[in-house]
């Protein structure tokens, strides 16, 4: 809406009378703004509105920052839903030590060298788990690093290295 707006000049706008968008001929500009305009439907001169009542852009402007309510509750790391010594309730003896290359799955009880026993809460992405440690602690850990390496070097790369059809070329063609 880089328009310049001038008396004369035309927008859509709310029509009070119609009860619908239509085209207007601004009447008065207050502070480079359509004061007043004039619908081309019927022609009767009104106060200019963008939008139609009730919406939330009324007067064209951006409606002022809503506070958007971003609880601090939910930044603060809750407790874990299940207590901790019940996750890994007779499971010490099955912990594995926590190390990049071994591959540890959802729930597995991992002995970290620094933060101890830990169980797999989750697994946010390739190569991560999160563990949540006694007291609750979550650390986001690498993982299956050792056995992505093997693959990788065995699989065939995933590029796009299949050979083009003879003919194909790759410069633009038709430019503009
Ligand atoms: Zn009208």
């Known amino acids: 809406m880089a328009e310049e707006l001038k008396v ?3 927008l859509d706008a709310w029509c009070t009378t119609c009860r619908l968008m239509k085209w207007h001929t601004i009447v ?6 359509p004061a007043k305009v004039e619908c081309q439907g019927c022609h009767k001169q009104h106060q200019y509105r963008a939008q139609p009542p009730g919406s939330a852009t009324e007067k064209g402007e951006k409606p002022a920052k809503t506070p958007r309510a971003r ?7 809750a407790a874990p839903a299940v207590d901790f010594d019940t996750l ?3 499971r010490e ?3 594995q030590q926590y190390s990049p290359n071994t591959t540890f799955a959802l729930n597995d009880v991992v002995r ?4 101890d026993l830990g169980v797999v809460t989750a697994t946010p992405g390739p190569q991560k788990i999160e563990v949540t440690f006694r007291g609750g602690d979550k650390k986001i850990l690498l993982h299956d690093r050792g056995a992505t390496v093997a693959s990788r ?3 065939a790369p995933r590029r796009d290295d299949v050979p083009r059809p003879a ?3 790759d410069s633009p063609r038709g430019q503009k």
């Open 8 to 10: 004369g000049g035309e």
């Open 28 to 33: 008065a500009l207050v502070d480079g703004k």
């Open 71 to 77: 609880s601090a509750k939910s930044a603060t790391p």
């Open 88 to 90: 890994v309730a007779g």
């Open 93 to 95: 003896g099955d912990a």
């Open 112 to 115: 970290h060298p620094t933060f």
């Open 153 to 155: 070097l065995g699989a």
């Open 167 to 169: 003919g194909t070329s």
